[in-house]
């Protein structure tokens, strides 16, 4: 993968599910980081649930950068 969109994209969605997931109290159950368990995770929740996510976003963004920043191949 040498897209920056797409390394983005990806690091972002693996950030997201462990956040959610922490949230969701289901960080010791092994899965696949996809948007759809993005949707499992906060469905059924309340919004307090959401709000945590949305407080989440700056170790999201950063957790993004550093894989930018530390990534092997150079991105387009």
Do not use: H, K
Request: proline fraction near 3%; aromatic fraction near 6%.
């Amino acid at each position: 993968m040498t897209r920056r969109e797409d390394v983005r994209d990806a690091a972002s969605i693996v950030a997201m599910c462990e956040l959610a997931g922490d949230l969701a109290g289901n960080d010791d159950v092994p899965r696949l980081a996809t948007p759809g368990y993005l949707d499992s995770a906060g469905a059924g929740r309340e919004q307090d649930f959401a709000g945590a996510v949305r407080a989440g976003i700056g170790a999201v963004d950063e957790f993004v950068r550093d894989v930018e920043r530390g990534y092997a191949l150079d991105l387009s």
